[in-house]
């Protein structure tokens, strides 16, 4: 009885065995390296598949090709792993019967990208599982670096692969279509086969947006609704050869029916799926005529309103051909139920989504919404747009408040002295730079309460100063449609004002700078100037900020006088490619008619005969942006320290052109 339980046993292993197998490569120690036929890699040594052939385990066989690296077992420091670099990839085949599961243990989760040619993978943590049934799979590395594999394990069958299902071929006589692009021009109903391939442009649901890039580089959009049987990474590309049929639903051209869609035979990266960057470009998108449905868009600084339990309204300002701002909208409507802020008149967002058309009008299906993280002082001084909003991230501190009837006007200045400068991160260009402090005006268009409350505060909680852009290349304002928020445990520093003698200075200030300028007052056919000792320089002053002051100075013409003032600029600065961090009017030797100054407060006032001798210059020294001092003047701006016969100094800002 034990002998024909034993042979009953023997028979039922055999043909367990015949059905299914389990074979495992394992590529983490050396015993199972030498189990497969490998030879053990020495310290911080390989060992290339593709060098050492195929091998075969239990009927498994494993081949390899190489990508930007040999694929090859590492060994470091004793811990061994199977590494697959970009474009390599692994194939584990089966001379008879099938493959109907692999189990890819990774060692390190990082860039652990496998790509699987037939059946499905999924990943996940340290774990790829494939299913399916074939008699050979092959896995690509398609991430960045390298994917590294501890272990593989095989799960064979003795039946063959299943073919095709013969019960759903395509129809050879079929309308077969090259481009998306000719998809509208198809009849409603027609069915179609597609004979190029597409990527994946986003995924939700029934949802599958792609897109083809043609041989001149042009991006076509299409839609693709209904169960393809196929959850895809973004990027992947979809082999030719599925098929669909063209319809029309509420004016948006779609593919229904999808069918015979085979796994991604490639990942691209984020650049192809990445949204295009319509910001400015609104109202273009927001046009059916345009065609824009199906592509994904991203807008930066917009405001949200009207928002509903779905619906909501996209305003953001545009600029005309004439440089003269308008308002685009464009309807919103949260098809993918994603969490979003609810209205905030005072904030600005940055949104990302799905063009579509819904009875002739455009709507954006959002992806994600964020609140604008805000913008350098710098930024909005010399990139922004007027018209624009913005919130500027820099903690401002308040030097000066006018309260003149409607002109409500605080000035602000970030004092920085140095910046990250980032314009041209793209090209890879991006680096800190020495800095000079940067002006902004904050206009509260007549609002008392919210003058009093900015004018009462010395310093702005950053992120909280929000507003449009006015005057920018000229006398930069911020017209504020909301109370910034008070900074008040924060101490007031010292604040880098720059001071101008227009006895010898380059005047080289910004607009609605807040500074010292030093000379003699006059009037000149009725108009007070602020003057060089002969006349050679002569600054207009008005006095509009400070009224009572002009009746003070009136009285003491010719005396020379240290003011406190807000420089205003009459005409926008020209570019000066040999200055980039301020714009000056380089090529006007008037320069100084193009200022105007409004006297806040007068710092000093002296009569000629009473300019003491003490206060001679007995020492010059020029210092650079950077911090390179010396004897004579460097190009570009300088810092001019002067050193008087009574042992004071005193700094101002020159450029040597």
Known sequence: MKRIYSLFLMAFWAFFVLQAAVVTFDFSTAEGITAMGYAVPEQSAATNLVEAGPVTVSGVTLSAIDGATPTRIWNSQGSYTLRIYVDGAVTFSV???????????????????????????????????????????????????????????????????????????????ITKLDSLNHLAALDDGTPFQFTSDVYVNYQWNDYLWVMQLNDDGDAFAGLIYGDTGKQYQLGAVIPAGWTGVKKTYKGLVEIGEPAHFANPKS???????????????????????KGWENYKVYFDRVKLSEIDTRNFTITTTEVDEDGVPFEATMHGFNKFDIDYPEA???????????????NGEMELYPIKITADAGTRLWKVVYEGEDGMQYKITDTLYVAGAVDAGDNKLI?????????????????GYAEVLPWYPDWIALDCSGNEAMFS???????????????????????????????????????????????????????????????????????????PYLCSEHDTVMVKLDFDYAPTLEAEMAAKQGFHYG????????????????SPMHRIHATDEDYYTNYTLYPLAIISCAAVEEISDAKQPVDVKYVSPTGVMSDTPQDGVNIVITTHRDGSRTATKRLNR
């Open 563 to 578: 003011l406190l003032c807000v420089f205003t600029l009459d005409e926008p600065w020209e570019e000066n490619a040999e």
């Open 267 to 289: 990942i691209l990266d984020e650049y192809y799926y990445s949204a295009f960057d319509c910001s400015g470009g609104m109202s273009e998108v927001a046009d059916p005529t």
């Open 95 to 173: 001379a008879e019967g099938s493959i109907t599961g692999i189990t890819v243990n990774a060692a390190n989760t990082t860039n652990f990208d496998l790509l699987a040619d037939v059946g499905d993978y999924s990943v996940a943590g340290a774990v790829g599982t494939w299913e399916g049934n074939a008699s050979s799979v092959t896995f690509t590395h398609f991430g960045s670096k390298n994917a590294q594999v501890a272990s593989v394990v095989v799960t064979t069958s003795a039946d063959g692969p299943v073919g095709p299902d013969p019960e759903d071929p395509i129809d050879p006589n």
């Open 411 to 427: 000035f602000v200045t970030d004092n920085v002295d140095e910046i990250y400068y980032d314009t041209y991160i793209e090209w």
């Open 453 to 527: 409350a900015v004018a009462d505060a010395q310093v702005l909680e950053p992120g909280t100063v929000k507003g449009v852009l006015a005057d920018q290349m000229t006398n930069p304002r911020l017209v504020l449609n909301s109370v910034p928020a008070a900074a008040d445990d924060a101490e007031l520093p010292t604040l880098t004002m720059f001071h101008y003698d227009l006895s010898k200075d380059y005047l080289a200030a910004l607009g609605n700078e807040v500074g010292r300028a030093d000379g003699y007052f006059f009037y000149r056919d009725g108009v």
């Open 344 to 358: 905030d008149p005072t904030e600005v967002y940055a949104i990302e989504g799905m063009v579509t058309i819904f």
